[in-house]
């Protein structure tokens, strides 16, 4: 049986302008089993590292401030608190930030990542 998992607000350091920022608040490190969870800090113009692209597993962001631009199939998504989103496991899909502020979201990924595996495994076409 795995135990039982609390985690404690993240803290987030002081970032320098254009500063992307992510940990991983549950994962293979941390006693996570089947699922990990980060913390993702997007500044304004910055977003997915590779652009469009895909992963072997499901994928879930949850945004917690800020207005994140997702683009799938071909369409624009905008974003806000609250809004929770779903990628199905090889569903090309991107993030950016348009605002000038930083946008907050949880990435979800589930079932986990093998530790070795780049987070954005497959860049299928340009950042922007």
Do not use: C
């Not at 049986?1 to 803290?11: C, G, I, L, N, S």
């Not at 879930?60 to 799938?72: P, R």
């Not at 990435?107 to 595996?117: D, E, F, V, Y």
């Amino acid at each position: 049986m795995t135990a039982f998992q609390y985690v404690r607000p993240a803290e987030i350091p002081e970032l320098a302008e254009g500063q992307r920022f992510s940990t991983v608040l549950i994962g293979a490190d941390s006693g996570g089993a089947q699922s990990e969870v980060r913390l993702i800090v997007t500044p304004p113009g910055g977003g997915s590292p590779r652009g469009l692209h895909t992963h072997r597993w499901e994928q879930l962001f949850y945004v917690l401030d800020g207005v994140m631009a997702i683009e799938v199939d071909g369409q624009r998504h905008d974003v806000g608190p609250g809004n929770l989103i779903v990628f199905p496991a090889e569903m090309p899909h991107r993030n950016w930030n348009e605002t000038d502020a930083n946008t907050v979201h949880l990435a979800i990924n589930a079932p986990m990542p093998p530790s070795k595996a780049p987070k954005n495994e497959s860049a299928i076409g340009p950042k922007s």
